[in-house]
């Protein structure tokens, strides 16, 4: 699929400085302080990609055009520019980062029109090799082509959106539009378009309805053959909540008993780590005390020795005659005190070299009584450690034995819930069984009504266990477990639906959303614009612990750290981030980021201050 970027964003206007900002193709952040432009960056965007007004701010007066430049994954490089309150969208053919000195490629209008191409919708669906995929347009079956619209409000998401109670499936906020807002999702989960409502039955199809009806009543009777238990749907449902429910908390167990066995893992490879390195330090210290100790037989050799040499000295120059044994002077020439001189000389030079090999030696003792002590006190806290290890296996056996009914509870609650739904499913079955055999009518047969909801099972799923990846990587509290109803566009978490949820877990839950359509349907092949542009997701998070602050509901540092590492190190994309708070500054160097109007930052806000102008 081909898949779009964005590259910058321009606003030009006589005597006026270029307002502009850079987009990477990987994460941008746009953060600082209120009423500097920053969800009026993503609101322009989202006029430049066919959005009927842009509301106007005083910053903006004077500028009269919009430049959007856009980056195409075949390679080609081009400019949507659109007036200031304009019908009409130029296209260029290349970057363009000023007033164009030669004429657009292309002049579209910005309202989709299927019967025509002159318009940008059709313009950027052709880019993006989706032009003309149907989608359902209300609940008789009318199938009409897709509008670049509905890809737009699930990629760029403002602040309102991103904390309203209506599912994020549902960006028109009008009811009118379920359907098709419904079909759109169900093409971009599954890739399958809505086909065009089947014609009335001929006359040949009407002598085919009782041998279907009879088939229908076939499956029918085997459905009900396979229903296990004697319970109706309504009560099924309420069995399936209790399960859910005892499920969720067997879950919390689990986790609370995993995340004290990982406690207790951690400190057992600290404490190895810690006797690794105690080992290397004692061998170390071991092969000191064995080279001191050969050094300290060596002072001792050299100390005997030495006392050998004064006695032996001594000896010579007393008893011998004739040749001096010192300078082998002869008799005739020695001066009558010359045995004496060199006796006392050889007598001094020992006692010089004995004081200094003994003061050696002193010192040498020292430094291994020194290193005894210290392998001493290894061996000491060596002993300590393999206490503490042995403790921690004892504690990691008990918590193995806690751990294991647990699991064997959320298994049979596992199993117990898979024969509800299963129970559940058979009912759903020949409930549309029936509803078929209901409209074979052989006088005046009538077309099923269309169900945008349709979405398989599989993706269902799929798009499910994305979500869940993308809030466990967020560190968002809880065990995350993502359902969606096709039929009513409800995002649950844990049980509990998003729009029960406080605000800033709604925004949480928005972003979640649109970040895994943008990572699945990029890495399955499936249609997505190629960018996100979200809009406050999570400032007004915080933790479930501190219900009765008075302070504002900010987030967490470390929901905020992992969201931003999560966006960087798993990228979905081009994603363009927008808040008030500061980012982590882990980001620094990885990510575009923008400062407005804080400490430091190089510019106050999108357009230039109007005393520079």
């Known amino acids: 699929m081909i898949r779009l ?17 850079e987009f990477s193709p990987g994460l941008t952040v746009i953060y600082g302080a209120s009423d500097t432009g920053k969800s009026y960056v993503e609101e322009a965007v989202d006029y430049m990609l066919g959005a009927s007004e842009l509301k106007s701010i005083p910053e903006d007066d004077g500028y009269t055009r919009i430049l959007l430049g856009l980056h195409v994954s075949d390679g080609r490089s081009l400019t949507l520019s659109r007036a200031v309150g304009g019908d009409t969208i130029e296209v260029f053919n ?18 989709h029109n299927p019967k025509s191409k002159k318009n940008i919708s059709r313009y950027l669906l052709t880019v993006l090799g989706i032009d003309g995929r149907r989608v359902l347009q ?18 760029v998401v403002n602040d309102t959106r991103m904390a309203d109670q209506r599912s994020p499936v549902l960006g028109t906020r009008m009811p009118q539009n379920e359907t098709r807002e419904k079909s759109v999702f169900k093409l971009l989960i599954s890739g399958e378009e809505e086909p065009e409502r089947p014609a009335a039955p001929s006359n040949l199809e009407k002598q085919f309805g009782k041998g279907k009806i009879a088939v229908i009543d076939h499956l029918i009777d085997e459905n009900r053959g396979r229903l296990t238990m004697e319970a109706n749907q309504s009560q099924l449902r309420e069995q399936l909540e209790r399960l859910q429910a005892a499920l969720g908390e067997v879950t919390t167990a689990a986790v609370a008993l995993a995340e004290v066995r990982t406690s207790l893992l951690r400190d057992r490879r600290g404490l190895e780590e810690i006797n690794l390195a105690a080992q290397k330090h004692g061998d170390e210290v071991q092969q000191l005390l064995a080279r001191f100790a050969l050094l300290k037989d060596q002072y001792e050799s050299d100390l005997a020795r030495l006392q050998m040499v004064g006695e032996a000295g001594t000896l010579l120059g007393y008893f011998h005659t004739g040749t001096c044994v010192f300078c082998g002077a002869e008799p005739q020439h020695q001066h009558p005190e010359h045995h004496l001189a060199e006796s006392t000389q050889l007598a001094a030079s020992v006692s010089a070299e004995t004081r200094k090999t003994k003061d050696l030696l002193n010192d040498l003792l020292l430094m291994i009584e020194d290193l005894q002590e210290q392998a001493a006190d290894i061996e000491s806290a060596r002993a300590a450690r393999d206490e503490e290890l042995t403790h921690n296996a004892a504690e990691l056996r008990a918590l193995d034995q806690r751990i294991q009914p647990v699991d064997t509870d959320a298994t049979e609650l596992l199993n117990a819930r898979s024969r509800v739904e299963n129970e559940l499913a058979l009912h759903v079955q020949i409930e549309q069984l029936e509803d078929l055999k209901a409209s074979l009518s052989t006088m005046a047969p009538a077309p099923p009504a269309a169900r945008p909801d349709g979405i398989p099972a599989a993706d269902v799923a799929d798009f499910e266990r994305m979500i869940h990846e993308t809030l466990e990587a967020w560190h968002v509290p809880g065990s995350n477990q993502v ?64 219900p009765h602050e008075d302070c504002p509901e900010l987030m967490t540092a470390d929901v905020a750290e992992n969201f931003y590492r999560d966006l960087l190190e798993n990228p ?33 806000g999108f357009f230039p201050p109007r005393f520079r102008q």
Do not use: C, W
């Open 483 to 546: 359902r969606y109803d096709p039929t009513t566009a409800e995002l649950s978490v844990d049980g509990q639906p998003r729009k029960s949820r406080g605000r800033g877990m709604r925004s949480i839950l928005h972003a979640a959303f649109a970040v895994s359509l943008a990572r699945r349907n990029t890495a399955r092949d499936l249609i997505h614009p190629g960018f996100v542009v979200l809009d406050t997701p999570v400032l007004t998070y915080r933790r479930p612990e501190d």
């Open 5 to 21: 970027t964005l590259v910058h964003l321009t606003f030009l206007g006589m005597d006026k400085p270029p307002a502009a900002v």
């Open 94 to 111: 290349r970057d363009l980062r000023d007033v164009p000195s030669q004429p657009a490629d292309e002049t579209l209008g910005y309202q």
């Open 138 to 155: 209300n609940s008789t079956g009318k199938a009409l082509p897709l509008n670049f619209r509905d890809l737009a409000r699930l990629a």
């Open 572 to 604: 979905p994309g081009q994603v363009i981030v927008i808040e008030n708070p500061t980012p982590p500054a882990s980001i620094r160097g990885r990510a575009t980021v923008h400062a407005f109007s804080v400490d430091g930052s190089e510019r106050q």
